[in-house]
Each structure stands twice: as structure tokens, then as C-alpha cells.
């Protein structure tokens, strides 16, 4: 289901192409981080790294070289140390970098201060993420100052900075089969996480025991990673868009909003679903369901080769716009609420993101001026909302305290789009008969 050495070695041999000759391409690491005192962070390789590489350590650098005989593939890493995996666990090594990594050669981590000024000195050009680590930033400065301060002694120093990210996150921006089938099982495994939250909620549970059973699907189907913090808001707490403190207690008559997905490999899912904390919409909660979902399908609906990014967008805010109008909480003419955008008190950001690595992938959505043109193999969400704040009152009192946020992954096909996440049920029909009491287990 990984990565294969394959493909991990087709990304760079393409990377290296679009440098093309004479330049360097530099690629740090992600570092452990500090939770308190002695304590880290479950350490994330970055993602760029990662997506060159495979290799999942920290205190690492990764080099490309086009065109140099000796290697065009460099990896510093830490050392072999016994002692050290004794207290921190196995590490590969120089050795193991290019046994199991396919380095072209590699090196212990504290000789780059020696090695790698040799290697920038001659390229002409310099591909790097400036500003992503500011501390290596430093360290990169200091290695072409030191090159330069040699010049009149025949050093020739680069001349110019490439920004990486542009070339690359534009090839981590169309997915490969290999990547795509990742993505189908994160979004799998995280289907049946929000499918077993529904069937275990009930009325005096809390936010978090729905979280737990999130985790426990997850973690039972061996993705140990959150995406991203997840998001269960019942009431009130479903018209908070970021909402992550998961800690009130889940009352009848309200809705819960769960925005959750695993990440797999380094692949992330990103799936919302709202459902009805006793198991049955109310009346009001029906209404305005069924308009996001009728505007969340309109919009998945459109997805296809050629299209806009802007468009499933478009078609979300008109399709809610008319539903508010019709349902009595907008008021106005159609076309007026659209170009006042009065809509956005209830739905206030956009349909969606690209999807891959990062939960808020890479890649650009315009060229120039122009809204982007989808193409085979982008994966984007499809999330539109409907949020009616419990302090609204400028609408009926049956409205408010309603949030609700239905999301898919969707892969852009050759004639059209695929639904990775399909396996979640989302009409009002499935949602209650899954909920009902004596429904089978997961």
C-alpha cells in the first residue's frame, strides 16, 4: 500500500529535470518539537521531504544534484548509535540511507558544515524553501557568504535563489495511483470511524467519547495519526468553524458536527459529517440539511476536466442562497443576495481545499488572474455549510444553534470525479436507519 522505491525515485529524477543543470536543490527535514520540558511532539516528517524521500527521521538534509557523476541523490542523516536507540529507537544511517533509502551516497549529519558548502559551490543556482525554517535559513546564508567571501580565489558562488516549492508542490498537486490508492483507504478507514461515532452516541455521552471512538477505528486499522485536530461540535459548538476542545456533553435534541479523518502513510482524509445526537433530525435540522447536502452534491456534481476551481463554489452559494431565501432566512431578491454576498453570515468560507499530504494540501488555485482549470488526479474537498448563529436574531428561534458541514474527498477523473469518501453516509435516510436502536455494530 506505501510508497515504492519506484516512484520516490521517478519524483526526483522529474524534480531534477525542471531545475535542470548546474543548480541544487536543498530540502531540510522536519525537526522534533518541544511540548514541555523533556517531552516532544509525536514527531511529522515534512511533507516535501517525505514526498522526495521516504525517509522518516528527523535532523536530515536532503540534496539533489543534476547531472553530478559521483551522485545526483544525497541524504545526511544521523548516525548509527547503540546507545542512543537503546533510549530513542533505530535509525538508519548513512549506510541504511542508501541500502533502503536509494541515496546515491550519504552522510553523518554533523559533517554538512564540511560537505555540503563544496556541493553548492560551482551551481549556478540554488533551489530552496526560503522562510519555511528560519534557522536553516541561516545556516544556508552562512554557507554562500563563506563561498562568496572566496570568490577572488576562483570560488564561484551561486547566483541565484529558486523558490522550490513552485515546482514542486505543482507535482504534489496531481496524484499518482499509487498515492490515490492511499488516499481510498485513509478515506475508508475514516468512514468507518464517523460511522461508528454515530452509532455510539447518544444523549449524556460527551464530545470526547465520540472523539475516542474515532481514535480507536483508527488506530485499529493502523493509522496511529490524526490529519488534523479533530472537530466534534454538538450544539452551539457547531457554528464555531474551528472548534477543537471536544469537551461538552451531548444533549437530545441536537446536532452534532464531527470533522475528522486519519492520516495513512502521510496521506491525509478529510471527512465532516452532522448528525442528530438522539438518532432523529428535527424538523427545522431537516430542512436545513437537506439544502447543504442538495448543495454539496450539486457542487460534486460539476467536477470534472476543464472545470474551473472556482465552479463547485459558485454552485454552492447559489444553491444555499435560494434555499435560504425559500426557507424565510434571507429575504430579498436572488440576484441582489448574491452580489451583496448576503449569504456569508451562514456560510462564510469556501467550498474547498486541495487534499494530499497536507490536510490543506499544496498547489496554486490560480494562474495569473484566472481561477485554476481542474485536472485528472487533483483531490479536493467538497464542503459547503450552513451555520446559524445561536445569537442570530434576525431569524425564527427554531433556526439558531444550527450548524451543520457535510464534507467528501474528491479525485478528478478523465470524465469526471470519484468520491473517496463514499463509504460515510450522508442522506437523512441512512444517517437515521444507521443510528436506530438495534442497528448492527461496526
Not at 528527523?58 to 547531472?67: I, K, R, W, Y
Not at 444533549?251 to 438518532?279: H, N
Not at 447536502?293 to 474551473?308: E, F, K, R
Amino acid at each position: 500500500m506505501s510508497i515504492s522505491k519506484r516512484e520516490f525515485a521517478r519524483r526526483r529524477k522529474d524534480l531534477m529535470a525542471l531545475m535542470g543543470s548546474n543548480s541544487i536543490a536543498i530540502v531540510p527535514a522536519a525537526q522534533l518539537q518541544v511540548r514541555n520540558r523533556d517531552v516532544d511532539y509525536p514527531f511529522r516528517q515534512d511533507s516535501d521531504f517525505y514526498y522526495l524521500s521516504g525517509f522518516d527521521e528527523p535532523e536530515a538534509v536532503l540534496v539533489l544534484l543534476p547531472g553530478r557523476r559521483q551522485g545526483q541523490y544525497i541524504l545526511f542523516c544521523q548516525e548509527r548509535d547503540k546507545d542512543k536507540e537503546l533510549w530513542h529507537g533505530y535509525r538508519a544511517g548513512p549506510e541504511g540511507a542508501c541500502a533502503d533509502y536509494a541515496a546515491d551516497d550519504a552522510f553523518p549529519i554533523g559533517d554538512i558544515d564540511e560537505i555540503l558548502p563544496g556541493l553548492i559551490e560551482g551551481r549556478d543556482r540554488v533551489h530552496y524553501a526560503m522562510g519555511k525554517a528560519p534557522e536553516f535559513d541561516r545556516r544556508i546564508m552562512d554557507w554562500v557568504n563563506t563561498i562568496r567571501s572566496k570568490a577572488r580565489s576562483g570560488a564561484h558562488p551561486p547566483g541565484e535563489f529558486v523558490d522550490l516549492d513552485h515546482s514542486l508542490h505543482e507535482m504534489r498537486l496531481l496524484k499518482s495511483s499509487a498515492e490515490l490508492k492511499l488516499m481510498r483507504r485513509a478515506a475508508k478507514i475514516s468512514a468507518r470511524a464517523h460511522i461508528r461515532a454515530m452509532r455510539t452516541c447518544t444523549p449524556g455521552l460527551n464530545e470526547y467519547h465520540l472523539e475516542a471512538e474515532l481514535q480507536h477505528e483508527f488506530m485499529s486499522n493502523g493509522c496511529r495519526k490524526w490529519a488534523y485536530p479533530p472537530i466534534v461540535g454538538s450544539g452551539d459548538n457547531g457554528c464555531i468553524l474551528h472548534y477543537i476542545e471536544n469537551n461538552s456533553p451531548l444533549k437530545d435534541g441536537d446536532l452534532v458536527l464531527i470533522d475528522a479523518g486519519c492520516e495513512l502513510d502521510c496521506y491525509a482524509a478529510d471527512i465532516t459529517r452532522t448528525f442528530p445526537v438522539s438518532g432523529r433530525f428535527s424538523g427545522p435540522q431537516r430542512q436545513l440539511y437537506q439544502l447543504c447536502l442538495d448543495a454539496q452534491l450539486a457542487a460534486i456534481n460539476a467536477i470534472a476536466p476543464g472545470v474551473p476551481w472556482s465552479l463547485p463554489h459558485d454552485i454552492a452559494v447559489k444553491t444555499i442562497t435560494r434555499g435560504l431565501i425559500k426557507l424565510g432566512l434571507l429575504k430579498g431578491q436572488y440576484r441582489s443576495l448574491i452580489e451583496k454576498g448576503a449569504y456569508q453570515p451562514f456560510y462564510m468560507h469556501r467550498t474547498g481545499h486541495w487534499l494530499g499530504m497536507d490536510v490543506h494540501d499544496v498547489g496554486d488555485y490560480k494562474i495569473g488572474e484566472q481561477w485554476r482549470e481542474l485536472e485528472p488526479g487533483m483531490v479536493l474537498t467538497v464542503e459547503p455549510g450552513i451555520y446559524v448563529s445561536p445569537g442570530n436574531t434576525r431569524v425564527a428561534k427554531k433556526w439558531r444553534g444550527i450548524g451543520i458541514r457535510i464534507e467528501d474527498d474528491v479525485v478528478v477523473t478523465r470524465d469526471g470525479c470519484e468520491v473517496l469518501s463514499a463509504d460515510a453516509p450522508k442522506t437523512v435516510e441512512d444517517i437515521e436507519a444507521i443510528m436506530a436502536p438495534g442497528d448492527a455494530a461496526v
